[in-house]
């Protein structure tokens, strides 16, 4: 099983900054795309941005929420999310993902980390 374990939340004013670390450890499901979703008090869990790995590997995509403010890479074992200009609307529990792109498309989540942005 691939363990995923998110760091770097925390509280921070608006306007200001964080980074997001994803330690990843277990087998190498590659291809993937390795990411991170977002969700907020009473409401459903939202993609925020991923990258992929393996194969032709390095491509990103982000929600047009967080275009221009987040960037997303990687490492070998690591995937990080640098948050700028943070807003109060980004106040969420963020969750790294791990999902394989071919079949049997395994999907493995962290316990996710607290992001609080104070207006």
């Known amino acids: 099983q691939v363990q995923l374990v998110e760091s770097g939340g925390g509280l921070v004013q608006a306007g200001g900054s964080l980074r997001l670390s994803c330690v990843v450890s277990g087998p190498d499901f590659s291809p993937v795309a390795m990411g991170w979703y977002r969700q907020a008090p009473g409401k459903q869990r939202e993609f925020v941005a991923s990258?992929?790995?393996?194969?032709?590997?390095?491509s990103t995509n982000y929600a047009d929420s967080v275009k221009g403010r987040f960037t997303i890479s990687r490492d070998n074992h690591r995937v990080y999310l640098q948050m700028n200009s943070l807003k109060p609307e980004d106040t969420a529990v963020y969750y790294c993902?791990?999902?394989?792109?071919?079949?049997?498309?395994?999907?493995?989540w962290g316990q996710g980390t607290q992001v609080t942005v104070s207006s």
């Open positions: 990258i992929t790995s393996g194969g032709s590997g390095g």
């Open positions: 993902n791990y999902a394989q792109l071919v079949p049997p498309r395994s999907n493995f």
